[in-house]
């Protein structure tokens, strides 16, 4: 870091310097040192003027430009996410939970929801309670789902995307989290209440995770792709009936 900065400094000594061998060199052949000056506090009243449209205006905009790259190859990551593992954790842990039908009212989105339906469902998910006993789950077969798709979430926690996304991380941490318990135990059968209590707890907070980012996800895909919302609308497990096939 001292290295870069005394870099800086020769480079700003240097620039200087030449700006004044430049101004030695026009005043030797014109010999006007009243054109010189005006010029020269010309160019450093327009000065501020310069910094302004380079580093406030042009910087932001290539900023904002690049940040709407990133969200874009994130969203294509979210996606995978969910086409890969997301959209089954939210089916199949949801027919256990004791309040679904609580649930999928408030997550039923339609075709016609607004801005304000689908941050109306934010606030839910974010402070979701799921009520779930674990007894009524196949713990076995959540096992074994996770440890199939142990390597596709190492993957994505190494995708350097993921670092503009906090909340997405932690959904991914929180599976991992959930797969590590269970793989940890040699067997799932006849656990003690205490430990079924502490995997619902693991259970509860993979959910409220997944339910969030899956909204986020779905209105990104309202408004950016309409043709791929339309295949959520028939195929999300919030829904009555669900069905590919358009009818």
């Given at each position: 870091?001292?290295?870069?900065?005394?870099?800086?400094?020769?480079?700003?000594?240097?620039?200087?310097?030449?700006?004044?061998?430049?101004?030695?060199?026009?005043?030797?052949?014109?010999?006007?040192?009243?054109?010189?000056?005006?010029?020269?506090?010309?160019?450093?009243?327009?000065?501020?003027?310069?910094?302004?449209?380079?580093?406030?205006?042009?910087?932001?905009?290539?900023?904002?430009?690049?940040?709407?790259?990133?969200l874009e190859k994130l969203n294509m990551v979210?996606?995978?996410?969910?086409?890969?593992?997301?959209?089954?954790?939210?089916?199949?842990?949801?027919?256990?939970?004791?309040?679904?039908?609580?649930?999928?009212?408030?997550?039923?989105?339609t075709e016609s929801w607004t801005k304000k339906?689908?941050?109306?469902?934010?606030?839910?998910?974010?402070?979701?309670?799921?009520?779930?006993?674990?007894?009524?789950?196949?713990?076995?077969?959540?096992?074994?789902?996770?440890?199939?798709?142990?390597?596709?979430?190492?993957?994505?926690?190494?995708?350097?995307?993921?670092?503009?996304?906090?909340?997405?991380?932690?959904?991914?941490?929180?599976?991992?989290?959930?797969?590590?318990?269970?793989?940890?135990?040699?067997?799932?059968?006849?656990?003690?209440?205490?430990?079924?209590?502490?995997?619902?707890?693991?259970?509860?907070?993979?959910?409220?995770?997944?339910?969030?980012?899956?909204?986020?996800?779905?209105?990104?895909?309202?408004s950016k792709y309409p043709f791929l919302f339309?295949?959520?609308?028939?195929?999300?497990?919030?829904?009555?009936?669900?069905?590919?096939?358009?009818?």
């Open positions: 870091m001292r290295r870069r900065f005394s870099f800086v400094i020769y480079l700003a000594i240097a620039f200087v310097a030449l700006s004044a061998i430049a101004y030695f060199i026009h005043y030797l052949i014109f010999r006007d040192i009243h054109h010189i000056f005006i010029y020269m506090v010309g160019d450093l009243a327009f000065l501020p003027l310069e910094v302004l449209l380079v580093v406030v205006i042009i910087e932001r905009l290539l900023a904002r430009r690049e940040r709407q790259a990133k979210v996606g995978a996410f969910f086409s890969e593992m997301g959209n089954r954790l939210l089916q199949d842990l949801l027919k256990h939970f004791d309040n679904r039908l609580e649930i999928s009212r408030h997550l039923n989105i339906a689908f941050q109306k469902a934010v606030d839910f998910a974010h402070h979701l309670r799921v009520e779930v006993d674990c007894r009524n789950i196949d713990l076995g077969g959540l096992k074994a789902f996770l440890a199939q798709k142990r390597e596709f979430l190492l993957t994505m926690l190494g995708n350097p995307s993921l670092l503009e996304h906090d909340r997405f991380t932690d959904l991914l941490w929180a599976i991992t989290h959930l797969d590590e318990e269970l793989e940890a135990r040699p067997s799932l059968i006849d656990l003690p209440g205490k430990d079924l209590e502490h995997i619902a707890g693991d259970i509860r907070r993979l959910y409220d995770h997944l339910a969030s980012e899956w909204l986020d996800y779905v209105q990104h895909l309202k339309s295949l959520v609308l028939r195929t999300h497990p919030f829904q009555e009936h669900q069905s590919p096939i358009i009818t």
